[in-house]
């Protein structure tokens, strides 16, 4: 089955800084990657998703980059702010199943 | 709108006891998916359940099963509960062959 790895696994900020959060999977044929946000005591939200027909998306201070080649993707979220700080979860699924497999999260960190 | 709708909120359980959590999916979704978060992990998938029958399940043991009912509305059953089984279980809805997944709140799960 799919297996996606997440990195890093902590990642402390200053606010205003950029923050980058990086994934991999294994099934070739994995072509939907949504990010989600998890705040302390709350339900995973979805944030960003792209699709493989497409190499980069972007939402504001929030980008979603996919290299089907080497199979992976990245999260990027520039001028972080305080409220940025949550554990954020990627997953990878495909056509048929629509069953994400999720990486292990990243606790991200930004300091007023 | 109401969203996804998990109960009980808490849960405090005995090694050996059987537990049943329930899940009302968003208005307008037919299917449930069931997940199990432990602290500091991604959600593991346990099943997804499809025209009251379970379409695909994840590596979990029989002791955990499921329902849907007619009006899409789920049960997640634990049999024999095990120390291990203490974790946030996640409840999410979607439309088939859609990959937009919108999750409950949870049930946190404790076993003592």
């Known amino acids: 089955g799919e297996n996606v790895e997440q990195h890093p696994s902590t990642l402390s900020v200053q606010e205003g800084d950029s923050a980058v959060i990086k994934c991999t999977y294994s099934d070739s044929a994995s072509n939907y990657f949504p990010w989600y946000k998890q705040e302390l005591g709350k339900r995973p939200q979805l944030i960003i998703d792209?699709?493989?027909?497409?190499g980069e998306k972007k939402d504001q201070r929030i980008a979603v980059t996919l290299n089907k080649t080497a199979k992976h993707f990245s999260l990027h979220i520039t001028e972080t702010q305080p409220e940025d700080s949550a554990v954020y979860f990627c997953a990878a699924s495909k056509g048929g199943s629509y069953i994400p497999t999720f990486g292990r999260g990243t606790s991200l960190i930004v300091h007023p | 709108d109401a969203g996804v709708t998990q109960s009980p909120t808490h849960l405090i359980k005995t090694r050996g006891q059987q537990v049943t959590l329930r899940c009302s999916p968003k208005s307008g979704h037919d299917t449930v998916s069931w997940y199990q978060q432990a602290l500091g992990q991604g959600p593991q998938f346990i099943f997804q359940?499809?025209?009251?029958?379970?379409?695909q399940r994840g590596n979990f043991p029989d002791r955990f099963s499921g329902h849907q009912f007619p009006n899409y509305s789920s049960e997640l059953n634990v049999n024999a509960l095990l120390l291990g089984d203490s974790a946030l279980y996640l409840c999410a809805s979607s439309r088939t062959s859609n990959y937009g997944y919108t999750f409950g709140s949870g049930t946190r799960l404790t076993v003592v």
């Open positions: 359940y499809y025209e009251e029958e379970e379409r």
């Open positions: 792209i699709r493989s027909n497409v």
